[in-house]
């Protein structure tokens, strides 16, 4: 059993680790760690560098959480056991995770994990994915701060898990990933009690327009 979870978390980090962010930013020209928060997630870059290069590293880190978590479900893997592909799935999205927020191929530095979550998520759960995702939304458009719109969605994925019924070990898992998830953003929330976390605003159509 050990080594079917290990090539998964393997497999997980090697996939997470690959540094979409830097690579789409770098083709048009931006050292991500250079402007914005530093940070190469999908938020910075949107910042950045623009909404198409934002939105396309948030799908592509989202698609390395679910390729990540799903594989070991498939027919060809030829295990033919729930409990262990559910525990390898867990394994390939913890993999996949730590990979995206702790990059070999970029210094060990990396984004705060919640696109690659969420992918992994729906893959893994999909109805804890989708409410996580409704708490997101909700307190996003409600407050414009992306921060706080994921650190409440990781808060609410245990809670969900519980609501729903998921197995023990599911929960407990969500629990270790909300705190982690929380913990990847300790910078913002120091700075949403100290009320200077940036918003996420709309651009002005003059703005755009003098370009």
């Not at 497999?11 to 979409?20: D, N, T, V, W």
């Not at 414009?144 to 023990?168: D, E, K, N």
Request: aromatic share 10%; charged share 15%.
């Amino acid at each position: 059993m050990i080594l079917p979870l290990v090539t998964a978390l393997l497999a997980g980090y090697l996939l997470g680790s690959l540094p979409f962010g830097v690579w789409v930013a770098r083709a048009h020209g931006v050292d991500i760690f250079k402007v914005g928060s530093g940070n190469p997630g999908a938020t910075n870059v949107k910042r950045s560098v623009g909404k198409k290069a934002g939105n396309l590293v948030f799908l592509l880190d989202f698609l390395k959480g679910v390729v990540a978590t799903l594989w070991p479900a498939l027919p060809v893997v030829g295990f033919g056991d729930a409990e262990l592909a559910e525990r390898m799935a867990v394994a390939g999205m913890v993999g996949a995770i730590v990979g995206h927020s702790y990059s070999c191929l970029i210094g060990f530095r990396g984004g705060k994990g919640v696109a690659t979550s969420i992918g992994g998520l729906l893959a893994l759960s999909w109805p804890v994915a989708l409410l996580g995702v409704a708490v997101w939304v909700v307190v996003f458009y409600a407050t414009r701060y992306v921060s706080l719109a994921s650190i409440l969605l990781a808060a609410s994925l245990p809670v969900s898990s519980w609501l729903l019924h998921q197995t023990l070990f599911l929960t407990l898992f969500f629990c270790i990933l909300g705190v982690f998830i929380i913990l990847r953003h300790r910078s913002n929330i120091q700075r949403l009690l100290a009320g200077t976390e940036s918003k996420f605003a709309k651009k002005k159509p003059d703005a755009e327009a003098g370009r």
